[in-house]
């Protein structure tokens, strides 16, 4: 039976057996692609309408499946679906400044109201446009969907060109969001595995989102969140954090200050032996999410492996899928 | 008879194996060198690719691909030292795994038959 297939502003007509790989292809769409065995992941595209087949989600990090991500060349749908390639799915959608607050001497919170349906998982980020046509990415601290509004945090830098204009804007001041995207986030399931989120400056706000999300669904693992800092100045939600952990006996709330004193409620040394000191146990199961300075997450990523966490496990907000064909190992 | 591919577990052989493998590479300090400065998750696809055709599964590589893949780190000493140390590796993961000797002598066979593409010559 044909089902149709939609991309774009254009749709085909797939035959029997064929996969999405090989529609495209016939009909002149070039879809970066290798292996043709459902391995490389080169041909990583996401269905926007319609059910994606399982056997097409194999191998995918459990975020990618959730987000619909399917690979072409294993794609054989027996339904229409529309679909799209990595970071083409999200459109632009008119917003406006509906509340900001300081949460400590260099970072902003700010609260945008979007101005019609706008969901995301707590952890992925957007693009905010401003009037000027300034552009910066930022991560969901919160799940939209459910608060009505988005929480994101804004570090304050010097002659920034969007922090300076969060800064002085009034409420109400029109924006215009893009996006989600990434894969920094929770995935509804099993929720008995440990998770381990750890972020510098403003990736806590990613992480934040990400615990909030985890016990709404009622996550029964240990959640250990650490927020590295230079110093105690840099940390902030720290009474919410403790807050939080109060209520849920299985959250905990690591500040780490580099230059920090001993005896006091945080952590006196690096985020990233910290972070590998208190890793459970139980590695392969762990779920670890990192966020913030990139050579961070880069280098907590290398040790966490090494240490003993799947690949598929370890979730960070550089992380895009790979659009070049793996052309060597 | 199936296939080496098919004997080895095919794409989930691929996916148990490449952890380990990886693993195993970074910790190498004969070859580690050359992934210092390179993206994990993009680093796992590759090898992933890597994987399935050292297992004889399906795979679009080409001499010119090979050539072209590891020009730069030609460039930056790679040698046949370095061939040996992943075809080692490869081995001991093989083993790790459980599986027969004859089957990783074969996977050995298909990552030595690029061998001279990898090295440019």
């Excluded at chain 1, 994606?52 to 294993?74: R, S």
């Excluded at chain 1, 349906?117 to 459910?146: H, K």
């Excluded at chain 1, 040790?303 to 895009?320: E, M, N, P, Q, R």
């Excluded at chain 2, 399906?58 to 790679?78: E, F, I």
């Amino acid at each position: 039976m044909a089902v149709r297939i939609s991309i774009g502003d254009t749709s085909f007509l797939s035959q029997d057996g064929e996969s999405l790989l090989d529609c495209l292809s016939r009909n002149g769409v070039s879809v970066p692609h290798s292996c043709r065995s459902g391995v490389c992941q080169s041909c990583l595209m996401q269905v926007t309408a319609g059910p994606a087949p399982e056997a097409a989600q194999i191998g995918l990090k459990p975020t990618l499946q959730q987000q619909k991500f399917v690979l072409a060349c294993q794609c054989k749908s027996d339904q229409d679906i529309s679909v799209a390639f990595p970071g083409a799915a999200g459109g632009d959608l008119p917003a406006v400044i509906a509340g900001k607050d300081r949460l400590n001497h260099n970072v902003l919170r700010l609260y945008l109201k979007p101005d019609g349906d706008f969901s995301c998982e707590p952890g992925q980020y957007l693009t905010l446009i401003n009037r000027d046509g300034v552009a910066r990415s930022y991560s969901v601290a919160n799940d939209p969907a459910r608060d009505g509004h988005i929480e994101l945090h804004i570090r304050l830098l010097k002659d920034g060109l969007m922090s300076g204009f969060i800064e002085k804007a009034g409420i109400g001041e029109p924006v215009t969001i893009r996006g989600p995207a990434g894969s920094c986030f929770y995935v509804r399931g099993d929720g008995a595995y440990p998770i381990v989120l750890a972020g510098t400056g403003t990736g806590l706000a990613p992480l934040y989102g990400v615990a909030r999300q985890a016990l709404a669904h009622g996550h029964t693992g240990e959640i250990r969140l650490l927020h590295g800092a230079l110093r105690e100045a840099d940390l902030y939600l720290v009474a919410e954090l403790q807050d939080l952990a109060l209520r849920h006996p299985n959250f905990h709330y690591i500040p780490c200050v580099l230059k920090g004193e001993a005896e006091r409620f945080y952590r006196a040394g690096n985020i990233e032996e910290i972070t590998m000191s208190i890793l459970p146990g139980d590695k392969s199961r762990t779920h670890l999410f990192l966020c913030g300075a990139p050579e961070f997450v880069t280098a907590l990523k290398r040790k966490a492996f090494l240490g003993g966490v799947a690949s598929k496990h370890i979730f960070s907000d550089a992380f895009l899928p790979t659009k070049s064909a793996p052309v060597a190992a | 008879m199936a296939s080496l591919y098919e004997r080895l577990g095919g794409a989930n052989a691929v996916n148990a194996a490449v952890d380990i493998f990886y693993r195993k590479v970074l910790a190498d300090d004969r070859v580690n060198g050359f992934f210092d400065d390179v993206d994990m998750d993009r680093q796992i696809a590759k090898q992933k690719g890597f994987l399935t055709m050292a297992f004889g599964g399906p795979n679009s590589y080409t001499g010119k691909s090979m050539r072209d893949g590891h020009k730069h780190l030609v460039a930056r000493g790679l040698n046949d030292a370095h061939v040996d140390a992943i075809i080692e590796i490869l081995g001991s993961t093989l083993s790790e795994l459980g599986v027969a000797a004859a089957d990783i002598a074969e996977v050995a066979a298909i990552a030595e038959s690029v061998r001279k593409d990898v090295l440019n010559r």
